[in-house]
């Protein structure tokens, strides 16, 4: 039975485990617990909801998790993390969840600042927390004893089966948009003639992998895709889902270079499928239209350029940082800041009408990636050419696609110039990427 000296005892011990975190890592920390009244705290939904919160603070603040301590008592199921993250960052988002998720309502997370000051709503002009059954504020109700514990305990049982409904949803998308991706990933591949890129009938301008690297290093990105689209068909606000997939993303490439010994096949198809799956899933679960995806990256990515903000500083350039200072070109952050415009606007169209008018997969994907690499400042160019060349494999790339925009392509010739840019070393890769994403975007057109 329900014992108050109990309960307020193992409340003072908590508090212990507190302070020994806060003093052992000098971090802040976050304490979560289930927000459920009566005796039973211990229950099988306000168990579940503990869970389902911590593993959305988990994928959020990931590697800067330093610890997890997990108590049971007669207090209910309790969380406490050490996370090296500024404390009024870990309270800003903390209140996000609070406020966004489905069952954010269902918990109280606490932030404490490694001082062991405890951070409150008020501190940013927040509100104080609202009653989970009527316009009150939460205190009130709770010290009126407005609603009776039953009444409390139903609202937060509707509210756990409203949430396994959006899960049950968002594993049929998932499965639908990561099934996709992977097959766009893998038909890129399969394109041929592809102007230096690896195929099932040439390595291209390549020494280090071929079309086995590239099957292998896809299926190894399955899980990311499966993941990326999960964590984008949420209740919470864009920048939390960008926070959670860039982490999924450095996990993934991690999986890519073990999967291909150390080859990087697919870096740049691990930025770009990431947030457009994310989005398209985003996009989905607020109802929207098809081109909205677009916004929604862009808007995800309005702030990717600041990463190029201190780098005048710096004394290790990334390849990208490089190309930005010396020919001030954005790469593959531009074209996501716009909300990949150039697939969206044109791509796609390509892609499409070719596909209506021939139904020739092969065909569809060289008209596309002749017209990406006619448009497109491409990266993986200038990574081992200059400049010069890369406006020359554009100006190519335009003619041919004026040469066959009304007439069947010609196999022969396109195969020559793949001979050509195979030995001369020149490999359209952000092409590549940026045509697996059209074939994906093209996939799940009809699914708004
Ligand atoms: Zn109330």
Redesign the pocket.
């Known amino acids: 039975m329900f014992n108050l000296e109990e309960f307020l005892l193992m409340r003072e011990k908590r508090v212990e485990i507190q302070n020994s975190i806060i003093n052992k890592f000098k971090k802040p920390i976050l304490v979560l617990r289930a927000n459920y009244p009566g005796e039973d705290k211990n229950n099988f939904i306000p168990k579940s909801i503990v869970e389902v919160i911590k593993k959305e603070i988990t994928e959020i603040f990931n590697s800067d998790i330093l610890i997890v301590e997990k108590i049971s008592s007669i207090e209910g199921p309790t969380y406490i993390f050490s996370i090296d993250y500024p404390g009024i960052e870990i309270k800003k988002i903390a209140m996000v969840i609070e406020d966004n998720h489905t069952l954010g309502r269902c918990v109280d997370i606490d932030v404490f600042d490694e001082t062991g000051y405890p951070f409150s709503r008020s501190d940013f002009g927040g509100e104080k927390r609202k ?1 989970l ?2 316009e ?1 504020m939460a205190f009130v ?1 709770g010290r009126t004893g ?2 009776s514990h039953k009444q409390i305990q139903n609202v937060i049982q509707e509210k756990y089966e409203q949430y396994l409904d959006i899960v049950e949803t968002q594993e049929s998308i998932s499965n639908t948009f990561s099934n996709n991706a992977l097959k766009s990933i893998v038909l890129e591949v399969s394109s041929s003639p592809s102007f230096g890129l690896v195929s099932p009938l040439t390595k291209g301008a390549h020494k280090d992998m071929d079309f086995f690297t590239f099957l292998d290093s896809s299926f190894a990105l399955t899980p990311y895709l499966k993941s990326v689209s999960k964590a984008g068909y949420s209740p919470l606000p864009i920048d939390l889902i960008f926070k959670k997939i860039r982490y999924m993303g450095k996990v993934s490439e991690q999986e890519m270079f073990l999967a291909t010994n150390n080859v990087n096949t697919h870096k740049g198809m691990i930025f770009l499928i990431g947030i457009t799956l994310a989005m398209a899933s985003k996009a989905k679960f607020e109802n929207l239209s098809f081109r909205d995806i677009s916004n929604l990256i862009s808007e995800m990515c309005k702030d990717i350029l600041k990463d190029f903000d201190n780098i005048r500083s710096k004394s290790n350039l990334t390849h990208g940082e490089k190309l930005f200072l010396n020919h001030g070109i954005v790469g593959v952050r531009g074209i996501v800041k716009k909300g990949l415009d150039i697939i969206f606007d044109e791509a796609i169209d390509v892609f499409e009408n070719s596909l209506l008018k021939e139904n020739d997969i092969n065909a569809s994907m060289v008209r596309t990636l002749i017209f990406l690499m006619s448009s497109l400042e491409d990266t993986t160019i200038l990574h081992r050419h200059d400049i010069h060349v890369l406006n020359n494999v554009k100006l190519e790339a335009m003619e041919l696609h004026s040469m066959f925009e009304n007439s069947p392509l010609d196999i022969s010739l396109l195969k020559e110039i793949e001979n050509k840019y195979s030995k001369e070393r020149i490999s359209p890769g952000g092409a590549a990427d940026l045509l697996a994403v059209t074939i994906f975007l093209q996939s799940i057109k009809n699914m708004f």
């Open positions: 009653c059954i009527c009150n109700c407005a609603h």
